[in-house]
């Protein structure tokens, strides 16, 4: 159970050419979190400008209620980007889990030098950047971003290159369907994107809706071992 809740919350803990008009504007997006109905937790994600044309991009999840008192957990995940001549291009990414299983997971991208620094587990590594490499965190932005593009239009053969753990790793969502879901502002159409991962039976399914610049009103991750959990909307500003 322990590590099913550190699983769950870390959904708040994601190359491609985009317009900047297409990027999401400032918001902050308020969630619940629930494993088997049952209401976990709590998060928050927010976009805000910084000076110098940088963009920060911040989530913050954390058990509540009842369950707090026994599995105190709270993930505090943030990127730090800009956008150079209409594309997303990360500048740090830090992932930091305290309470139970205190993690630290930090990516440092140097673009002159096309190579980022992970600090992961304790260890430093030394990553190769490819063109459109984006962090964890970032790449859900930059979905939100192609689908506005795209007007409606599924996503075809849609990849994002994500500086991970030491490596490279491509992750590729595809499109299931349309779909009204319930959130705490009432029914909303959605697109549906799910990613599966290469190496296992996990899979993540994104429900977007496009009346609020295609931010995620629902998520729901699957594990291996089959447990599910989900996110839910509670309230949205700025979209």
Known sequence: MKYFLIGLLSLFSSGLYAAADSFPPPFTAVYKVYVKGLPVGEGTRTLSTLPGNQFLFESIAKTTGFLSFFKKIRIEERSVFMLVDGKVR???????????????????????????????????????????????????????QDLKKQQGKPLQDVEYKIANKGQIQVYRPHFVGEEYVETGIG????????????????????????????????????????????????????L
């Open 90 to 144: 990360p500048e740090e990414y830090i992932y930091q889990q305290k309470g139970t299983k205190p993690r630290l997971n930090m990516v440092f991208f140097d673009w002159l030098k096309k190579t980022a620094e992970n600090l992961y587990k304790g260890e430093t590594k030394i990553i190769q950047l490819e063109e459109d490499t984006l962090d964890r965190l970032v790449y859900q932005a930059v979905l939100m």
């Open 187 to 238: 029914k909303l159409k959605t697109v549906k994107y799910e990613r599966r991962s290469s190496n296992s039976n996990r899979r993540t399914t994104f429900w977007c809706a496009p009346s609020l610049h295609y931010l995620p009103v629902q998520v729901e991750h699957v594990e291996k071992d089959g447990d599910v959990f989900r996110l839910e909307l509670k309230s949205v500003k700025g």
